[in-house]
């Protein structure tokens, strides 16, 4: 049994401009110890995919009309408030996009980081600041003792970042939720964040969904990945299959806008137009407007998915479009 599955889930936010469906109808499922790595453009319905099931976002707007979200078999969908709180942060965790924001100006580093451990693993305050000093020991912070006291502003952004992940990480979680963790780094500190995040799941057999633009970050880190477009998974794939031999024009394109170092490259290619209004979609393919090998039947219906192995699926009408 998955650790995690996520069956055919939708998010839509009702406004008063129409129904907009970010997250329509995706699939996927996590084991224990595994890398999940979902990318796409902005907009794709990355973030709002994991905020969306563990009721992290306000409803209304927000409805989940459709779908599952099993945890070891359960699903969160249909959990009481109170079972939701005792899973959110505890068995499942959050590193939030742009630590500058997720942390409290008002309070110091240690009062934010023992508040987990002190609601969730039942512990006193004394007991709570001990382990929240070794948790960020453990992600590289000199002297944590000291750094408890200070307040987030003190902090430079590579710093705050590894809070948030010490925080995430107190209470051992068996699901870590890293959406973005990397952003606005520079790539040295990029690559001691990343290098925590696969140490510690060494030792823990923590599994984690890496939320990212960064297709190298993808690369380093994750054992399979996910490619979302206009709120549908595109593509599915181990990591090395999906680099060598994606079944996808949208990864492809995704994969040639990528920097390189191996080949000379005068000029990135860059995709063509935007991602489609998404309380607008019409029948067919989003992709269709942008695609460079669209067929009619693209803009008719949505593709069904296409097992390229037992392993890598792709929802494209299109086959050997190389």
């Given at each position: 049994?998955?650790?995690l599955?996520?069956k ?10 129409g ?11 996590l084991?224990?110890g ?7 453009e ?15 976002l306000?409803?209304?707007?927000l ?29 499942i ?10 942390l ?21 305050k ?5 382990e ?6 453990r992600?590289?912070i ?57 140490t ?17 970050v993808i ?7 996910v ?10 794939a ?52 942008r695609?460079?090998y ?29």
């Open positions: 049994m998955a650790l599955e996520i055919n889930l939708k998010a839509h936010f009702h406004t008063r401009k129904v907009v469906k970010a997250v329509n109808g995706i699939s996927y499922s084991n224990p595994e890398t999940l790595g979902i990318v796409g902005s907009g794709s319905g990355k973030s709002v995919s994991q905020l969306s099931y563990l009721r992290l306000p409803s209304p707007p409805r989940i009309p459709e779908g599952e979200v099993l945890y070891r078999g359960e699903n969160i969908l249909t959990m009481s408030d109170d079972k939701l709180r005792a899973l959110r942060g505890n068995k965790s959050m590193i939030f996009q742009e630590p500058m924001t997720s409290n100006p008002y309070l110091t580093i240690g009062s934010q980081l023992i508040e987990p451990l002190v609601i969730h693993s039942k512990l006193s004394k007991v709570a600041w001990k929240a000093c070794e948790a960020l020991n992600v590289g000199p002297e944590a003792e000291k750094a408890m006291k200070v307040y987030p502003h003190e902090f430079s952004g590579g710093m705050r970042q590894r809070v948030m992940i010490a925080m995430a990480l107190t209470t051992r979680p068996e699901v870590l939720i890293a959406d973005e963790p990397t952003t606005a780094l520079d790539v040295t500190v990029q690559a001691q964040i990343l290098e925590i995040l696969k510690i799941q060494k030792e823990t057999q923590m599994a984690i969904i890496l939320i990212t633009h960064d297709l190298g690369a380093g880190i994750s054992d399979k990945v490619v979302m477009y206009a709120g549908r998974v595109f593509e599915e181990p990591v090395d299959t999906l680099f060598e031999n994606s079944e996808h024009p949208y990864t492809r394109a995704l994969l040639k806008s990528t920097p390189r170092i191996d080949i000379s490259q005068e000029k990135i290619p860059v995709i063509g137009g935007t991602i489609p209004d998404l309380s607008q979609l019409k029948t067919g393919c989003p992709f269709y407007e695609c460079d669209r067929k009619d039947i693209c803009q008719a219906e949505f593709p069904k998915v296409r097992k390229v192995s037992s392993v890598h699926e792709s929802f494209c009408h299109v086959e050997n479009f190389k």
